[in-house]
């Protein structure tokens, strides 16, 4: 039977890899994290850029592009 000082030693080198263990997957679920909020930025940005072409299409096809036009009224 193992004496009671060796069980404790078993059980604290147990604790000090569980502790490692759970600090590694806490960094590696950050790291994720952060990468995942870089492609969700990036994936806006080209959604905005898209956005920005199209409505400057829609400008030059109706003749709106670089040009501002006021109305007259007559009375």
Excluded: F, L
Excluded at 1 to 20: E, I, L, P
Excluded at 33 to 62: E, F, I, L, R, T
């Amino acid at each position: 039977m193992a004496d009671k000082s060796d069980m404790r030693y078993k059980a604290g080198q147990a604790t000090g890899h569980a502790q490692v263990k759970k600090d590694e997957m806490a960094d590696s679920a950050h790291n994720a994290a952060q990468q995942a909020g870089g492609y969700v930025q990036h994936a806006g940005d080209q959604m905005k850029n898209m956005a920005q072409g199209a409505a400057d299409a829609v400008k030059n096809a109706v003749g709106m592009e670089g040009s501002t036009t006021t109305t007259t009224t007559k009375r």
